[in-house]
């Protein structure tokens, strides 16, 4: 994409790059899901998988309102998922209950990503008076928020206790 021009711009480079991020961290959390040696970390992973799947076609969705039509790279989760295969999936890690807390560290990392980024898209949207985005992505953003409260929940009363 080219240098934006306009917040319209901003906005549509915003979405562009969320569905290249959802994208990646939709593989990895499948990925971590099968590692995760709890069986609720495994299912709330993948019940987590195939919301960013959704959340992907809000994006999908938003864009194409927009005129585009295709993804931006995101470097930034690369990055991420780099860093959660790196240390939660290839670590040569022999007790379950220690990569079950890593596996949650790095999903929430990549979480805490999607809340910024969908937060400044919401504000943008929200600039262009685009009501019906705001209310997709303010929608989305409150998933992710609930994800992450959710997973650490999970990590406050057991996982962390296991790996201790």
């Not at 919301?51 to 931006?72: F, M, N, P, Y």
């Not at 990569?99 to 929430?108: F, K, P, W």
């Amino acid at each position: 994409m080219s240098a934006p021009e306009n917040l319209k711009d901003c906005y549509t480079e915003e979405l562009a790059d969320l569905w290249s991020a959802n994208d990646q961290m939709e593989k990895v959390v499948r990925d971590l899901a099968g590692k995760a040696g709890d069986e609720a970390l495994a299912r709330r992973l993948s019940n987590a998988a195939d919301g960013i799947a959704k959340h992907t076609d809000s994006l999908k969705s938003l864009l194409h309102d927009c005129g585009v039509e295709e993804k931006e790279h995101c470097k930034g989760m690369e990055g991420l998922v780099k860093e959660a295969r790196k240390h939660a999936l290839d670590a040569d890690i022999d007790d379950s209950d220690v990569r079950d807390v890593l596996i949650v560290a790095q999903y929430q990392r990549m979480c805490h990503y999607g809340i910024a980024g969908f937060g400044t898209a919401k504000a943008f949207a929200k600039a262009l008076g685009k009501a019906e985005h705001v209310e997709k992505l303010d929608t989305i953003t409150e998933d992710i928020y609930d994800a992450d409260e959710n997973m650490s929940d999970l990590a406050e009363r057991s996982l962390n206790l296991a790996a201790k």
